[in-house]
């Protein structure tokens, strides 16, 4: 990021028009990751408190909940207490809440408010304001009433924090919010309840009903940023920012807003058009991952295989400063073609005593050590089942790690069914640590996080499953790692921050196997869930090793996760795959058998598991295919990953 962008983040002076961004109606700024974004709005928010602080005026801040500005929160915390930033001249106001709910409930945004920044900072308590999700029904009005004038009493909000919801909803303004609508009480969309189902224990606990301040309370601050993480975000992000403005997509109501600067990470940013298309907007640096991600992108707006677009093709799609830079489009093609060609290999571990200039392993050492990071129980055969099991027949020492428990995704019935069994063959009266759980399950409160007899019980059950698989696959116990990574281990949905310790026993493990390939999962969709944090960790534990001699044969591959695929401009190593491996995978996903069916964080895709990595790997195939590259039953993609 440039100085002048961090300025223009820091202290908003009105951009003008470029021709990389003509197509864009809201400011916004691209930042490498969800961290470096939430530094900068942290620190723009301690900026302004502070300048009002020596104007001895009071700072009024509007505050959103929600997994975006949790880092910000953290950030903001972190600056009170090891660079003495006050609180003591703020008032803030949030921005909804859900109704009715009560402020005690872990699901409140009270609750969240007061455990990820309130308790930890210096605010007076009756600076706070929150709108009250206990008020009786015949009062909700009044008080959303009163929430508006206090707001402007005190002069309006300084500045406003947003985060975007997947229907563009800010705050809970869902579609069809009106332009001068004010706090209010708003029914929720599906989607939006279907989003927050996970953290409620199912859909049918989620409130259907939330107060929200409205699109004109919001658009009367004197400044606002929006911050949006992960290509979760990024089909609404460019419908945002590039869409005109309609009630469908509330967040566009921020374009009559003249001090609006929206907060992006890479992966959010990747659907506007300067990012996915730039030789649409403006002149493009031509490099290699521009040149493959052009060609593909031709390839499928003409439905031509790769040998057959010709000069036409190229000029008439925005793309003849390419084809004067490299010649002709056959030369383009071949190049491209080649490419792709060489990106295939059944040999995931490198093909022993093979030529391997243009393969995409390395041949020696034919027999290598090789560590797979799973974030949960499960993503090693589900995401690349198939290429595992490549890689144990062609005599690798491969071992693999589950980074978490994956405890918190095993239902309370299937828990129960195993407690029944053991008491089948047991007398668990007897039995303390049986008697324990038995009273723990008789206790449930899904308010409350689930205490550990129940989630070492969960964490058990999918300890077992996985070996079932790994086994099946063929390695030995001795190879298979449960990490329980801390950070993971709260009993609920809401995490831990990433301590030392997730840091710590993730290089004591590659330190220990000292492997010449990594495997792990290179989820970029929701930054803060688990997937993306595992990965953080790799990251950094990478960081930490690479000046060791044995990480100068280390070579990393990301795999996706069971939500995505790599583009195919992206994939550099494509393994494939024939009908019976595809089988053979499916087995060793079934061994999972408490992520079978109705699963509880399935996301909203609600095909199976094993369904969704058939799809996906087939899909991969006859992308390749429909490129002009041979036929195969289904792919595994994987992307080089350089630290
Ligand atoms: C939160 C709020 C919502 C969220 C939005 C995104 O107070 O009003 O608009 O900002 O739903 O939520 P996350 O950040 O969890 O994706």
């Not at 600067?261 to 990012?275: F, G, K, Q, Y």
């Not at 295989?305 to 084809?323: E, V």
């Not at 996080?449 to 300890?463: Q, V």
Request: charged fraction near 25%.
């Amino acid at each position: 990021m440039t100085d002048n962008l961090k300025k223009s983040l820091l202290k908003y002076k009105a951009p003008g028009i470029f021709e990389e961004t003509r197509y864009e109606k809201l400011h916004n700024v691209i930042v490498q990751s969800s961290t470096e974004g939430s530094k900068l709005i942290a620190n723009s928010i301690a900026l302004l408190i502070k300048e009002k602080h020596d104007q001895n005026e009071m700072c009024v801040l509007g505050l959103a909940t929600g997994s975006s500005p949790l880092s910000v929160y953290r950030e903001l915390v972190r600056l009170h207490n090891e660079e003495g930033l006050s609180f003591k001249n703020v008032i803030s106001f949030n921005l909804d809440e859900y109704y009715p709910l009560v402020k005690e409930d872990v699901q409140s945004y009270h609750y969240f408010m007061y455990s990820n920044l309130f308790d930890h900072i210096d605010i007076k308590p009756e600076n706070i304001n929150i709108p009250n999700g206990e008020v009786a029904l015949d009062q909700v009005r009044k008080s959303c009433i009163a929430y508006d004038k206090k707001i402007k009493s005190l002069g309006g909000i300084d500045l406003q924090i947003l985060g975007i919801g997947r229907t563009g909803h800010i705050g809970f303004n869902e579609p069809g919010s009106h332009l001068n609508s004010q706090t209010r009480t708003i029914t929720l969309d599906h989607l939006t309840r279907f989003d927050a189902a996970p953290a409620f224990q199912g859909i049918e606990n989620v409130p259907r009903k939330a107060i929200t301040m409205g699109i004109q309370t919001i658009l009367n601050a004197k400044r606002v940023l929006l911050m949006a993480w992960g290509s979760y975000k990024a089909e609404i992000i460019q419908k945002a920012i590039e869409g005109e403005i309609s009630n469908l997509i509330p967040t566009t109501y921020l374009q009559h807003h003249k001090n609006t600067t929206i907060i992006l990470d890479n992966e959010a940013a990747s659907e506007l058009t300067r990012i996915k298309t730039p030789w649409l907007v403006t002149s493009c640096e031509w490099n290699e991952a521009n040149r493959s991600k052009a060609i593909l992108w031709l390839c499928e707006t003409t439905a031509k295989s790769i040998l057959k677009l010709t000069d036409k093709d190229y000029n008439q799609h925005g793309m003849s400063d390419l084809l004067a830079q490299h010649g002709s489009a056959y030369d383009l093609n071949i190049e491209m073609f080649n490419k792709l060609q060489r990106s295939i290999s059944g040999w995931p571990g490198g093909k022993p005593s093979a030529d391997d200039k243009y393969r995409p392993e390395r041949a020696q050492p034919s027999s290598k050590r090789i560590i797979i990071f799973s974030p949960h129980p499960d993503d090693d055969v589900i995401s690349m089942g198939g290429t595992f099991d490549r890689l144990v027949s062609q005599g690798h020492e491969v071992h693999i790690a589950y980074q978490t428990s994956g405890n918190i995704a095993v239902s309370d019935q299937d828990a129960l069914k195993y407690l029944e069994v053991t008491s089948d063959f047991i007398d668990t009266k007897e039995d303390a640590s049986m008697v324990e759980l038995k009273k723990a399950f008789d206790a449930v409160n899904p308010q409350k996080p689930a205490p550990s007899s129940i989630c070492n019980l969960k964490a058990s059950i999918r300890k077992r499953e996985s070996l079932g698989a790994t086994r099946y696959i063929g390695i030995p116990d001795s190879q298979v790692h449960f990490m329980n990574l801390p950070f993971y281990e709260t009993g609920m949905i809401t995490k831990n921050p990433v301590s030392p310790v997730d840091i710590d026993l993730t290089v004591a493990l590659i330190e220990k196997i000292k492997p010449h390939q990594i495997y792990a999962a290179g989820d970029l969709a929701d930054p803060h869930g688990t997937h993306r944090v595992c990965l953080d960790v790799v990251f950094e534990s990478l960081q930490i090793l690479k000046s060791k001699k044995f990480m100068d044969d280390c070579w990393v591959w990301l795999y996706r996760g069971a939500w995505h695929e790599w583009d195919v401009h992206e994939i550099e190593m494509a393994v494939p795959m024939s009908p019976d491996q595809v089988l053979r995978k499916r087995k060793a996903i079934f061994y999972h058998q408490s992520q079978k069916d109705g699963v509880m964080f399935q996301g909203n895709d609600h095909r199976e598991f094993w369904v969704r990595a058939e799809e996906r790997n087939a899909s991969t195939a006859e992308k390749y295919q429909a490129l002009g590259l041979a036929e195969y039953a289904a792919i595994e993609a994987f992307k080089r990953y350089f630290y």
